[in-house]
């Protein structure tokens, strides 16, 4: 399996902005990025494709997050922009050479993650 190393979280105020990056250990497919807050379940986020011409998104970000990636550096990354309290949480990057990129994920099906990195935006 591939392995996934994500950075960028930090601590933002509402309104702001952060790009998170995932660096994989090898070429990946299909991947996708994912949440948990406390106390909850792990939620899509939003996904790509390997070529990265295909792009879904959670309804709650979308309009305001925007997943690409550069194959050349098999990382791919989440521009967070217009940030609010409730996207914090602990954000989680997926692989799974099975994900084509062409339909929404759930977290089965995907078998490599990250660690996480944290996000929090404050009021």
């Known amino acids: 399996q591939v392995q996934l190393v994500e950075s960028g979280g930090g601590l933002v105020q509402a309104g702001g902005s952060l790009r998170l990056s995932c660096a994989a250990s090898?070429?990946?497919?299909?991947m996708g990025w994912f949440r948990q807050a406390p106390g909850k379940e792990r939620e899509f986020v939003a996904a790509?494709?390997?070529?990265?011409?295909?792009?879904f998104y959670a309804d709650s970000v979308k309009g305001r997050f925007t997943i690409s990636r550069d194959n050349a550096k098999n990382t791919v990354y989440l521009q967070m922009n217009s940030l609010k309290p409730e996207d914090t949480a602990v954000y989680y990057c997926?692989?799974?050479?099975?994900?084509?990129?062409?339909?929404?994920?759930?977290?089965?099906?995907?078998?490599?993650w990250g660690q996480g990195t944290q996000v929090t935006v404050s009021s």
């Open positions: 090898g070429r990946t497919f299909g």
């Open positions: 790509i494709s390997w070529s990265g011409d295909s792009t």
């Open positions: 997926a692989a799974d050479p099975r994900y084509s990129g062409s339909y929404y994920p759930s977290p089965d099906d995907f078998r490599s």
